[in-house]
C-alpha cells in the first residue's frame, strides 16, 4: 500500500506561485511514476506534469515554461512549483503514483485558486 499526502495550495493572484508537496509513504518501492493532475468543474481530470524514478519530466502544454516538477528521493516528496499561474489554472489538485505499469494511486486533492 502507498500512501500520499499533498500540501501546499491555496487563493494566489494571477502572476504569483505556489508549491505544492505530495509526500509518500508505504510501500514506496513500488512507485515508478509520480505526477500531479487536476480537475475544474465541468472537467475531465488532466494531467499537468509527471516525473519518472529516473527523473524525466514532463508537462502539459499548457503549463511549459511556468511549472516544474521535481522529486526528492530522500523525503519521498514530489513538488510541482507553480509560477506565472493564471486564472484557467484554477482547479483541484491531485497527486498521483503509479505503481508498476497499472495501478494508480491517488492523493485526497488540494484546492488552487487564481484570481484575476
Known amino acids: 500500500q502507498v500512501q500520499l499526502v499533498e500540501s501546499g495550495g491555496g487563493l494566489v493572484q494571477a502572476g504569483g506561485s505556489l508549491r505544492l508537496s505530495c509526500a509518500a509513504s508505504?510501500?514506496?518501492?513500488?512507485?515508478?511514476?509520480m505526477g500531479w493532475y487536476r480537475q475544474s468543474p465541468g472537467k475531465q481530470r488532466e494531467l499537468v506534469a509527471s516525473?519518472?524514478?529516473?527523473?524525466?519530466?514532463d508537462y502539459t502544454d499548457s503549463v511549459k515554461g511556468r511549472f516544474t516538477i521535481s522529486r526528492d528521493g530522500a523525503k519521498n516528496t514530489v513538488y510541482l512549483q507553480m509560477n506565472y499561474l493564471k486564472p484557467e489554472d484554477t482547479a483541484v489538485y491531485f497527486c498521483n503514483a503509479r505503481l508498476g505499469s497499472f495501478v494508480d494511486v491517488w492523493g485526497q486533492g488540494t484546492q488552487v485558486t487564481v484570481s484575476s
Open positions: 516525473i519518472t524514478n529516473g527523473g524525466a519530466a
Open positions: 508505504g510501500s514506496i518501492f513500488l512507485i515508478s511514476t
